[in-house]
């Protein structure tokens, strides 16, 4: 079956502007948990949702924000663009929420570029 | 807040040896442990999962798991230069908190 999709793949902005990046979870998958990666910080939790509903959020600033649809996908903006939010984006899909399980699967990321 | 603990590496061992990975946690709600491998430049795949006290064998590959003292370890055997990335161990999240990732452990395996 389809994995995750995530698009783009790689993306340049400019500082003060906004983006969106979008997860196609693998199908009959309710649950969309989105994690920011960089080098020295590893994988940082960004948020979850499942049903449309978001049910976790990390500790980032409310220019992160995000949505799921009822087909399950899912969309993350980030507004008002920093150099510090250069970073591997990665989307996670699961089954049931991530706090009945660590089982997910990733799709392959957005790589931002933020100059 | 649940925290998790590896040691970052890298961790060097000769082709053919034994890897071994730690984990520590800090909470004792979490009631099953999940291994993934990431290449460089890759996405995490999961290769391992743990649910009960004692080893887990895949393959090459044993997952050793002591909620009392609150450790999770992977072992591979018969280590192979593919085996070269960084490991990351993820407790599941348990009482609606979210999955909390470790930072990981890089292995390098050396020819």
């Known amino acids: 079956k389809a994995g995750v999709t995530q698009t783009p793949r790689y993306l340049i902005k400019t500082r003060g502007q906004q983006v969106t990046l979008s997860c196609s979870p693998i199908?009959?998958?309710?649950?969309v948990s989105w994690y920011q990666q960089t080098p020295g910080q590893g994988l940082q939790f960004l948020f979850e949702?499942?049903?449309?509903?978001?049910?976790n959020k990390g500790n980032f600033p409310g220019r992160f924000s995000g949505r799921q649809f009822s087909n399950s996908r899912s969309e993350m903006n980030v507004s008002t663009l920093e150099l510090g939010d250069s970073a591997l984006y990665l989307c996670?899909?699961?089954?049931?929420?991530?706090?009945?399980?660590?089982?997910?699967?990733f799709g392959q990321g957005t790589r931002l570029t933020v100059v | 807040q649940k925290e998790v603990e590896q040691n970052s590496g890298p961790l060097s061992v000769p082709e053919g040896a034994i890897a071994s990975l730690n984990c520590t946690y800090s909470?004792?709600?979490?009631?099953?442990f999940f291994w993934y491998r990431q290449y460089s430049g890759k996405s995490p795949e999961l290769i391992m999962s743990?649910?009960?006290?004692g080893d887990k064998e895949d393959g090459r590959f044993t997952a050793q798991l002591n909620k009392a003292s609150q450790y999770v370890s992977l072992l591979i055997r018969d280590s192979q230069p593919s085996d070269s990335a960084t490991y990351l161990c993820?407790?599941?999240?348990?009482?609606?908190?979210?999955?909390?990732f470790g930072t990981g452990t890089k292995l390098q395996v050396i020819p």
């Open positions: 996670a899909s699961s089954l049931v929420p991530s706090y009945s399980t660590a089982e997910a699967f």
């Open positions: 199908s009959g998958h309710r649950s």
């Open positions: 949702y499942f049903s449309e509903t978001q049910r």
């Open positions: 909470d004792r709600v979490s009631q099953s």
């Open positions: 743990i649910y009960s006290n």
């Open positions: 993820a407790p599941e999240g348990g009482g609606y908190q979210k999955v909390t």
